[in-house]
């Protein structure tokens, strides 16, 4: 029988390619516990840096699940967060726990934690030596410089706080879960649907909890230093931890540029959708509210297992 491209359903498609980065899986020793001692000056400078040019952005434009959340925490904007102080907090109110790691996880590990409520964090941040070090002898980074390789930063400014929030932390196990249903095929579809449907719920991913974003709502401003000037909230976690995208989001919305454009969230639409990782995103899609995201996903878990 000839093998049939599923992924010609699939729009937008560039070629990404993650070749070189390490990538571990549960076979692997993939646990690496923080060495938060040995973080060095350097490695807090680059930390401060990248907190404190975007802090009052996001007080003016990030959710209000998200401020709420980094409120709690003991999140610093001055030097590396403990992971040992933030992961109990997190386990108290929503029972997901922090699992420090050494990279880049395969899908069915990743699932596997995060249906266990576990989020695996990394503690080397980029432009760092240690960074560095690790691809000595491998070039991942794209023209522009981008790497998908996980920081610290994403992992902890950019995820953490809004896994405080209650609702979001169920939605981001609902994932998981069935992330790992999709890995373990009970429904023993073939190995290139298994694969369709990984990239679906990737696609998924990519355009919600880390790209995505919500229309404005004026009851967040209480929550704000400064009142938000644009129709948008900021909760996906990959703007979140991008100065170059939160501005981005800025300056497209006030028509000061025009790049990306802001689309109405279409659950079918985006998981046929593919994204490049490895640039400012010429598209956003904007939720009406969180609600909206939590019952779509609900409703369709039907979209990611697609039979042929
Ligand atoms: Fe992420």
Redesign the pocket.
Same mark, same amino acid.
């Given at each position: 029988m000839n093998k049939i491209d599923y992924n010609k359903l699939f729009k937008n498609v560039i070629p990404n390619s993650i070749e070189g980065i390490k990538i571990f899986s549960s076979s692997d020793k993939y646990i690496k516990p923080q060495e938060f001692d040995s973080v060095t000056n350097l490695e807090n400078r680059i930390w401060s840096e990248l907190y404190q040019n975007l802090e009052l952005l996001l007080d003016q434009y990030a959710s209000r699940e998200y401020l709420l959340g980094l409120r709690t925490l003991p999140i610093p904007n001055n030097m590396f967060p403990n992971f040992k102080a933030i992961s109990p907090l997190l386990e108290n109110s929503t029972s997901w726990t922090l699992i420090p790691v050494a990279g880049f996880l395969d899908e069915e590990l990743f699932f596997e934690l995060n249906k266990d409520r576990k989020f695996p964090v990394t503690d080397i941040i980029r432009r760092s030596p240690r960074f560095e070090q690790k691809y000595l002898n491998s070039d991942i980074k794209n023209a522009r410089g981008y790497t998908p390789e996980p920081d610290i930063f *994403?992992d902890i400014q /950019? *995820?953490i706080p809004l896994l405080m929030n209650r609702k979001y932390a169920d939605f981001m196990w609902e994932i998981g879960v069935l992330g790992y249903e999709i890995v373990k095929n009970k429904r023993n579809l073939t190995h290139e649907l298994v694969n369709h449907n990984l990239k679906r719920l990737q696609n998924f991913s990519w355009w919600t909890y880390?790209y995505g974003l919500l229309k404005s709502s004026r009851r967040t401003d209480k929550f704000r230093r400064v009142s938000n000037d644009i129709p948008y909230e900021i909760y996906g976690? /990959?703007i979140i931890s991008s100065l170059d995208e939160t501005k981005n989001i800025i300056d497209c919305s006030k028509g000061k540029a025009s790049r990306s454009k802001f689309l109405k969230y279409d659950i079918e639409e985006i998981v046929l959708t593919c994204f490049d990782y490895s640039d400012i995103q010429d598209r956003y899609f904007v939720i009406d509210s969180m609600e909206e995201l939590y019952s779509s996903f609900s409703k369709n878990k039907n979209l990611f297992f697609y039979e042929g």
């Open positions: *994403h /950019g *995820h880390e976690s /990959g």
